[in-house]
């Protein structure tokens, strides 16, 4: 998880809660996760962007980038990561994610867009049949 800067809206538990959930969704679709929480500089999809091409793989990362000042969310997403995730689906992991920040719940909100975006993102399970 990106740093945070001052002003930190988690507790140490919302923290090792959203670590724990960026664990369990790597593992689940092993693609790579990053959450950014602060201030967006300038344009916020071109900041959420640049943001997402200096992870180390951009290409399997979805960036979840969130300004709580501004209230905004974007989400990016690697070109390897769209060949199972669409942008219906990102859009869908959006507004649950807005409806629980609209409700005071950013962590959760978080904790809950990462899961979904997860599921998605994971290869269909494919079926081997004896010939």
């Known amino acids: 998880m990106a740093p945070v800067p001052a002003g930190d809206p988690f507790t140490s538990a919302d923290h090792a809660a959203l670590d724990a959930t960026i664990r369990r969704a790597e593992q689940l679709c ?3 996760f990053s959450v950014f ?3 967006a500089e300038g344009d916020p999809r071109a900041f959420a ?4 091409n200096t992870l180390v793989a951009p290409a399997r990362s979805i960036l979840i980038m969130v300004d709580p000042t501004r209230r ?15 942008d219906n689906q990102v859009e869908l992991a959006a507004l649950h994610m807005q409806q629980d920040f609209a409700n005071d719940d950013l962590a959760g909100g978080l904790r809950r867009g990462i899961e979904m975006l997860a599921e998605h993102a994971r290869a269909p399970r494919t079926l081997h049949a004896k010939a």
């Open 30 to 32: 092993r693609m790579e």
């Open 37 to 39: 929480v602060g201030n």
């Open 49 to 52: 962007t640049s943001l997402h």
């Open 72 to 86: 905004l969310l974007e989400i990016v997403t690697g070109a390897f990561v769209r060949r199972t995730l669409s």
